[in-house]
């Protein structure tokens, strides 16, 4: 086995990881709720106020502010751009290997950890977010922070033991962190380490102060973060824990969560059974079974505190790396008993480095195919058409389509210099803006106008599919207010 410089290694991890996240980042338009982080961004450098948090001038209080402060940070920097907005999200996956790497190479040892990093990077399910102006980028390197600590100060694995405020000051900055993007939505996974430590290592109960202080701490440095209390008098747009509860919509989606961290969910099933208690390495088998059944207890106390879409439960992946790095460091050092080693062997199409190459190439046909192909879906080209028929200055009303496509207003401010108003309780009962000014509806919020004003509304341009996607009554309609 080639043995390389810990530097060099760490090196491989960074430029694999840049070149997924980075390559290609502002090729393509916004899409999907981009626009909202984008847009509180924009109202926040335009106020001159990193507290201000409005979407097209309503006061918006969904989510906590730290995704915003860092797309404006990156604004600040480079300029705004769909490249600067999308970079917070890019470093905060490059972080995620690095800090993968460190922590598992320390813990288990070189050039193990390397096989972590690198399964940090090609984990299919966080490709699209680190290449998205999105908040889960940052929440996944916040619950990796703080669940990596917390496994170290209840397992002292790799010698940390008499390193605790390390281990505190990088935990209380993950939970920070987490929680400025997406407030508690990752403590389930953060349990979930608690618990499979006391069931797997029988941690003792004094190693929880420091994590008691770690949580303080991090609770502290996000408060900061949290929507304002004093927004104007004026609507508020919110959002709390229970509009993601019990969505039965997603029900029958829910067991996919077991399959999203693909292939690399695999390992999970070796540190058990009496084969894996007979290998030499107990350490690293301990480690990874915390890891394992972490992961699995975080999955099942999402379905049952009612949240089953799939997709919130992509933070607990964070768990899996680790685990490939005792695999893969127990297949090469032909630790693995014979019907262990055929497993493995089937897991990782033959060898470690025959799967990395492939998880390689679907990186690749993600950036090339995939993206294009979801790019598809922004309303950018609808925007292009509609700002020909706006002039600088014109106020255009806005409601349904902030939900469906929160870009579009971004683009018609950007393309139009149009003032964009999100008028959500104005539009709802059937007002309008002063004669002259515009809106842009969808089909049936186009339907419902003008059957109370139908002689007051003149369309003026409608985007059809051509311009927009496939479905009818996500047109966009530009419609002027006459006398």
Not at 311 to 320: D, E, I, S
Not at 454 to 474: F, G, I, N
Request: aromatic share 10%; charged share 15%; glycine share 8%.
């Amino acid at each position: 086995m080639i043995k390389l410089p810990i530097v060099a290694q760490a090196l491989i991890v960074l430029i694999v990881a840049s070149a997924v996240s980075l390559i290609g980042l502002g090729t393509h338009p916004y899409r999907s709720t981009e626009g909202f982080r984008v847009e509180v961004a924009r109202s926040m450098i335009e106020a001159g106020d990193w507290r201000v948090s409005e979407v097209y001038e309503l006061d918006y209080a969904r989510k906590p502010l730290g995704v915003a402060w860092a797309i404006g940070a990156s604004f600040k920097v480079f300029g705004e751009s769909e490249f600067a907005a999308r970079l917070p999200s890019a470093l905060a996956f490059i972080a995620m290997a690095l800090v993968t790497f460190f922590v598992t190479t320390r813990w288990i040892g070189a050039p193990w950890g390397l096989s972590a990093g690198l399964a940090q990077v090609l984990m299919p399910a966080y490709w699209a977010p680190a290449r998205a102006a999105e908040i889960e980028s940052l929440l996944f390197l916040g619950t990796q922070l703080g669940a990596f600590a917390i496994v170290a100060l209840m397992l002292r694995p790799g010698g940390s033991l008499g390193r605790s405020w390390g281990w505190v000051m990088m935990g209380s900055v993950g939970m920070a962190l987490a929680l400025a993007v997406k407030g508690p939505a990752s403590a389930i996974v953060w349990l979930a380490c608690l618990v499979a430590c006391f069931v797997i290592a029988r941690s003792s109960p004094k190693r929880l102060l420091p994590i008691a202080i770690m949580g303080v701490l991090g609770v502290v440095l996000a408060l900061p973060a949290l929507p304002r209390g004093d927004v104007s008098q004026g609507p508020v747009e919110t959002q709390g824990v229970s509009d993601f509860l019990f969505d039965f919509s997603y029900l029958d989606d829910a067991p996919l969560a077991l399959l999203l961290g693909m292939p690399l969910t695999l390992a999970v099933l070796f540190p058990w059974g009496p084969d894996a208690r007979r290998e030499p390495d107990q350490d690293s088998r301990r480690l990874a079974a915390v890891m394992a059944l972490a992961w699995f207890f975080s999955i099942v106390a999402h379905w049952l505190v009612g949240v089953w879409n799939p997709r919130y439960t992509l933070g607990a992946l964070v768990l899996l790396p680790p685990i490939v790095a005792y695999v893969v460091r127990a297949f090469a050092t032909d630790a693995l008993l014979p019907k262990r080693w055929l497993i493995a062997r089937v897991m990782t199409f033959g060898h470690p480095v025959a799967m990395a190459i492939a998880l390689c190439c679907g990186a690749v046909a993600w950036v090339v195919v995939a993206e294009s192909s979801r790019a598809s879906t922004s309303s950018q080209p609808a925007a292009v058409v509609l700002a020909q028929h706006l002039s600088e200055g014109d106020l255009v009303w806005i409601d349904q389509q902030v939900d469906s496509r929160p870009e579009l207003g971004l683009y018609l401010e950007q393309l139009a210099g149009a003032r964009v108003v999100w008028a959500k309780e104005l539009l709802g009962a059937g007002g309008l803006p002063a004669v002259g000014s515009y809106l842009v509806l969808r089909e049936s919020e186009h339907e419902a106008l003008m059957k109370h004003h139908p002689d007051r509304l003149v369309e003026v341009y409608r985007a059809t599919a051509r311009h927009y996607d496939d479905k009818p009554d996500a047109m966009a309609i530009l419609v002027r207010v006459g006398e």
